[in-house]
């Protein structure tokens, strides 16, 4: 018995800080990172990104691509809740991970953040094409940009760019602007037209253009000007979030501490754009912003508060719910006024916008259609940055019973009328008639 609760107290001992961690719905934020490098001089070399996570409560587990205990779950459970790939050149991975094994892991709910460079391997391409974007096929490409690229000291071959074609978006990096450019060297890829979900973050500038800085170019690029993603992201049907990026040293200290000057610009910054874009950046990818919950969804009769069984055809209802936005630390009201509430059958009967009160309650009232069946209250929410909320619950509708109709009903007032004058001129003439006799 001494045995089995030893090993009972140090099962829970292992297991406690992956319990205490766990991405959950009340505290959305993806805790656990496996971190996959090609070489451990990357953690080094890129210290202050990965600084930057760990002060924001990050738990990072680095591993070489290539180690053969390699795992994303143990026993059907996850052991991490986001994956990031900083590298670019593995030809295999090791353990049990693979390009299948990810997208499940991406299919489950978790994060995934894919940096690549010039070396990037087939491997790398296939795991980007399969979540909605294309590198250059060109190998040897690179972003060039003869009119965007970074003054430096050595006139160079124009692959250093400084970009600050940045996606309009508040909650995807944040509400403070980001005044320097950013800078990037490595490939760049182009989005399928197919997914949806994709979109540019970060694009290169009209004059850029993708091809081989070391050989002349003799025929027009796969790849041109604004076409061309430096960094996208997705944000897949199930809310999980994925970062694609063509440059892993864009992530680096050097990149991070360099003054950035844009050729044809005469403002030089003593700091680059890097570590504020690529922090707000992460804090999306990582649901420290953008992730919305909904909880308390009710609906009842005016004047009532119990949730009734079935509907009557023209009852007055009220349909409310409240959201809130998780800001990195804690849920907050979230406040918008394009929230919409379907009454549904096969078609939306009734599409309300909610109101709210500035607290996270939204709520709408309105009449049950004259129609019955079984109808649904539908809420989908869909906004650029944030998850989407799906929303629904049945009730059926129910028509008028035989003794629940007026007595009168007030738009047949022509026809009571000339039924009474009917009834009135039949009695007038039987009693002329008896009169008579």
């Not at 953690?43 to 990050?58: A, D, E, I, Q, W």
């Not at 430096?230 to 892993?248: D, E, P, T």
């Not at 992530?251 to 403002?267: A, C, E, I, L, P």
């Amino acid at each position: 018995m001494g045995k089995f609760w030893v090993i009972f107290v140090t099962s829970i001992l292992i297991l406690l800080p992956f319990l205490c961690n766990s991405f959950s719905l009340e505290t959305p934020t993806a805790r656990r990172v496996l971190v996959l490098l090609d070489d451990f001089a990357v953690k080094s070399s890129h210290s202050s990104y990965f600084n930057s996570l760990r002060s924001r409560g990050f738990d990072l587990d680095f591993k070489l691509s290539d180690d053969p205990k390699l795992a994303l779950q143990r026993y059907g459970q996850y052991l991490y809740d986001a994956l990031i790939l900083f590298c670019p050149s593995v030809e295999r991975f090791g353990g049990s991970i693979d390009v299948a094994a990810i997208i499940n892991f991406v299919d489950s709910g978790h994060d995934l953040m894919i940096a690549a460079d010039v070396t990037a391997s087939d491997l790398i391409r296939e795991v980007a094409t399969e979540c909605g974007v294309d590198f250059d096929e060109d190998p040897s490409a690179m972003v060039i940009d003869h009119t965007g690229y970074a003054v430096s000291e050595t006139e160079g071959d124009h692959t250093l760019i400084a970009s600050d074609d940045f996606i309009k978006s508040d909650v995807i990096l944040g509400n403070k602007k980001i005044n320097a450019p950013v800078l990037f060297q490595g490939i760049g890829h182009s989005l399928n037209p197919v997914n949806s979900l994709v979109f540019k973050v970060l694009s290169a500038s009209p004059s850029a253009y993708s091809a081989n800085p070391k050989s002349k170019l003799l025929a027009p690029p796969s790849l041109m000007g604004s076409a061309i993603s430096l960094v996208s992201v997705i944000q897949a049907r199930n809310n999980a979030r994925i970062l694609i990026c063509g440059s892993l040293s864009m992530f680096s200290n050097r990149f991070f501490k360099s003054g950035v000057q844009k050729v044809g610009s005469t403002t030089k910054h003593e700091k680059s754009g890097n570590e504020q874009f690529l922090t707000e950046i992460s804090k999306w990818v990582f649901h420290e912003r953008g992730h919305l919950k909904a909880v308390n969804v009710k609906h009842h009769k005016i004047g009532e508060t119990d949730e009734p069984a079935l509907y009557r055809i023209n009852d007055e209802l009220v349909y409310s719910v409240e959201i809130y936005e998780w800001s990195g630390k804690r849920w907050e009201p979230y406040v918008a006024d394009d929230v919409q509430v379907q009454f549904y059958m096969m078609s939306p009967y009734v599409l309300k916008t909610l109101s709210n009160d500035k607290k996270g309650l939204y709520s709408a009232s309105f009449k049950v259609p004259d129609v019955y069946g079984v109808f649904q209250f539908k809420v989908e929410y869909q906004k650029l940055g944030y998850t989407s909320l799906s929303l629904a619950k049945q009730i059926p509708v129910r028509p008028y019973r035989h003794n629940e109709y007026e007595r009168f009903i007030p738009t047949a007032n022509p026809y009571y009328g000339a039924a009474f004058s009917t009834m009135a001129g039949f009695f007038i003439f039987s009693f002329v008639h008896l009169y008579n006799k």
